[in-house]
Antibody, heavy 120, light 106 residues
Framework: QLQLQESGPGLVKPSETLSLTCTVSGGSISSSSYYWGWIRQPPGKGLEWIGSIYYSGSTYYNPSLKSRVTISVDTSKNQFSLKLSSVTAADTAVYYC????????????WGQGTMVTVSS | EIVMTQSPATLSVSPGERATLSCRASQSVSSNLAWYQQKPGQAPRLLIYGASTRATGIPARFSGSGSGTEFTLTISSLQSEDFAVYYCQQYNNWYTFGQGTKLEIK
C-alpha cells in the first residue's frame, strides 16, 4: 500500500528557502501510474495546492507561487522534494505531500503533514 | 483560476440527522469534483471523487451529486465521527479548494 512521509526543517528564517522531502513507500516514484503533489494549509485556514510533478519530470505549479517554487524527483531515493524560496510569515503552514493513486485526479493518498514556521 | 465557494461556513446538525453541504464553482468543472473530510491535527481524507463516486472504505451514508458548477455532499445520518471540516476541490483545471464547511454538533 502506497504511503507518503514528509520531512524537513520545522523552522525557516524569512527570505530563506524552505526545503521539504516526501518519501514514498509501497510503490515506485517513477511509475507512470502516479504523479505527486504538494499542498499546504496555513494555521486555521484552508488548503492550497502548491504544485505537482509527473513521472516524466514535468512540473506544474500554482500560478500564485510559480516564481518561487521548484518540485523535483529523486528516483534513487524514491523521494520528491519541494523548494520554496524567499519565504515570509505568510508561508507558515502545514505542508502535505499527496498523490492521486486510484481516484482519478483526486488526492487519495496523503502524508501526515509537517508544520513549517517562518520566523527569525 | 477557478474559485470554489462552499456554503454554509458552519452547519449545526444533531446526530442522526441529515447534513447537506454545498459547493459552487466559478465556471464549469464537469464532474471533476472531490470532497474531503478533515479532523483536527489530521490530513484531509478523500470521501468522494468524480462528484459522486465514494472513495475506498467510505461509508454509504456519504453521497455526492452535481455537475458543472453546482455540487452537494450529503451525509444521510450523522454519526459522532462525522463532525469535522469538509472541503470541496475541483481538479478540472489543476486544483483549487473551497474554503471549507465546519460541521458541528447541534
Amino acid at each position: 500500500q502506497l504511503q507518503l512521509q514528509e520531512s524537513g526543517p520545522g523552522l525557516v528564517k524569512p527570505s530563506e528557502t524552505l526545503s521539504l522531502t516526501c518519501t514514498v513507500s509501497g510503490g515506485s516514484i517513477s511509475s507512470s501510474s502516479y504523479y505527486w503533489g504538494w499542498i499546504r494549509q496555513p494555521p486555521g485556514k484552508g488548503l492550497e495546492w502548491i504544485g505537482s510533478i509527473y513521472y516524466s519530470g514535468s512540473t506544474y505549479y500554482n500560478p500564485s507561487l510559480k516564481s518561487r517554487v521548484t518540485i523535483s524527483v529523486d528516483t534513487s531515493k524514491n523521494q520528491f522534494s519541494l523548494k520554496l524560496s524567499s519565504v515570509t510569515a505568510a508561508d507558515t503552514a502545514v505542508y502535505y505531500c499527496a498523490t492521486p493513486a486510484v481516484a482519478g485526479d483526486a488526492f487519495d493518498i496523503w502524508g501526515q503533514g509537517t508544520m513549517v514556521t517562518v520566523s527569525s | 483560476e477557478i474559485v470554489m465557494t462552499q456554503s454554509p461556513a458552519t452547519l449545526s446538525v444533531s446526530p442522526g440527522e441529515r447534513a447537506t453541504l454545498s459547493c459552487r464553482a466559478s465556471q464549469s468543472v464537469s464532474s471533476n469534483l472531490a470532497w474531503y473530510q478533515q479532523k483536527p491535527g489530521q490530513a484531509p481524507r478523500l470521501l468522494i471523487y468524480g462528484a459522486s463516486t465514494r472513495a475506498t472504505g467510505i461509508p454509504a451514508r456519504f453521497s455526492g451529486s452535481g455537475s458543472g458548477t453546482e455540487f452537494t455532499l450529503t451525509i444521510s445520518s450523522l454519526q459522532s465521527e462525522d463532525f469535522a471540516v469538509y472541503y470541496c476541490q475541483q481538479y478540472n483545471n489543476w486544483y483549487t479548494f473551497g474554503q471549507g464547511t465546519k460541521l458541528e454538533i447541534k
